[in-house]
């Protein structure tokens, strides 16, 4: 089973360029979230969606986009990036929302140069 | 706000040590209560959670968990730990309100052979 993927694993930004971060889950699940990972911060939550259609802003949103145009995909858009977006990001999806299990994708880790 | 406490930043135990990852959270109203594994160069992957009923909650690998309402905490222990534990752990709560979920910064167990 392929849970959650997300590429790539590995960039490199210059300031001021965009990219998409590609997040897809094979487990028919609604709920998505995008999270970055910080050192002593734990994961902060960027975007989130409940189900096709449907977004909202978590605690950092600034800087990023998402959409979900299906069940399946839900991607992250860095608009002009900055090195304060230097990260680790993580992707994750659940069935039943907040108090279900949720599935985490390997990470990209980010660099803004 | 809601913000989960995680005291210790990192936790050196020699292996067939007991262990007690220690989390608390402040929240004036209930909460769901997890936490999560980050083995090296993966995601998080889910150990426990606390929704309702028994306080003591059992998970994966030997963990458990103990939710203590009076003294808003939700403390890790492994009676004997293994050096396959040394990884970077992760309590999270979210309100019984379905608000979003909120990390602790996480502790990072090494486990000395």
């Known amino acids: 089973n392929a849970g959650v993927t997300q590429t790539p694993k590995f960039q490199v930004l210059k300031t001021g360029q965009s990219m998409t971060l590609q997040c897809a889950q094979d487990m028919n699940h609604e709920y998505m979230s995008w999270y970055r990972q910080d050192p002593g911060m734990g994961l902060r939550l960027i975007h989130y969606s409940v189900g096709a259609g449907i977004t909202d802003q978590g605690e950092v949103p600034n800087g990023y986009n998402v959409s979900r145009s299906t069940t399946e995909d839900f991607p992250l858009r860095l608009l002009s990036a900055a090195p304060s977006q230097t990260s680790v990001y993580f992707c994750a999806s659940s069935s039943g929302g907040l108090v279900t299990e949720a599935f985490f994708g390997q990470g990209t880790r980010l660099t803004v140069v | ?113």
Not at chain 2, 20 to 28: A, K, M, P, V
């Open chain 2, 1 to 113: 706000a809601q913000s989960v406490t995680q005291l210790d930043s990192q936790v050196p135990v020699f292996e067939e040590a007991p262990v007690e990852l220690r989390c608390n959270y402040s929240s004036s109203v209930s909460v769901y209560l997890f936490w999560y594994v980050q083995y090296p160069n993966q995601g998080l992957q889910l150990l426990l959670k606390y929704l309702s009923g028994s306080t003591l909650v059992k998970g994966i690998n030997g963990f458990e968990a103990e939710f203590n309402k009076s003294q808003t905490s939700f403390h890790l222990r492994k009676p004997s730990v293994h050096i396959s534990d040394t990884a970077e752990y992760f309590c999270a709560a979210v309100k019984t309100s379905y608000d979003k979920v909120i990390f602790g910064p996480g502790t990072s167990l090494s486990v000395i052979p």
